[in-house]
């Protein structure tokens, strides 16, 4: 039923921010868990961020712990990730994702909603 599509991707300088925001075109994200997930060329899609229903929790992949920040606002029907500091090996296709109301996991094959994934290169 919901369809997701990210935008913000685009090419920047180590160190650079960027956010990106996932809006979903049809349906409502208001009761679904979302995350944020990223796959660089050759490798498997690895987990990023993800936030409960209401913003209340968060949770953060090792990696982009302390330079990304997950957020939704359901009255816009929007998720966002704000990513500062980055490094080259933030490269990568940055997908939405999500699933019914529950608890955050970091598992990809545990949602049910894809984004068509919006393109983060950074260059050193």
């Known amino acids: 039923q919901v369809q997701l599509v990210e935008s913000g991707g685009g090419m920047v300088q180590a160190g650079d921010s960027l956010r990106l925001s996932c809006a979903a075109s049809?349906?409502?994200?208001?009761?679904?868990?979302m995350g944020w997930f990223r796959q660089a060329a050759g490798t498997e899609r690895e987990f990023v961020a993800g936030?409960?229903?209401?913003?209340?929790?968060?949770y953060y992949a090792d990696s982009v712990k302390g330079r990304f920040t997950i957020s939704r606002d359901n009255a816009k029907n929007t998720v966002y990730l704000q990513m500062t500091s980055l490094k080259s090996e933030d490269t990568a296709v940055y997908y939405c994702?999500?699933?019914?109301?529950?608890?955050?996991?970091?598992?990809?094959?545990?949602?049910?909603?894809w984004g068509q994934g919006t393109q983060v290169t950074v260059s050193s």
């Open positions: 994702a999500g699933r019914r109301i529950g608890i955050i996991r970091t598992t990809a094959a545990t949602y049910d909603y």
């Open positions: 049809r349906g409502t994200l208001r009761s679904y868990v």
């Open positions: 936030i409960s229903w209401s913003g209340a929790t968060t």
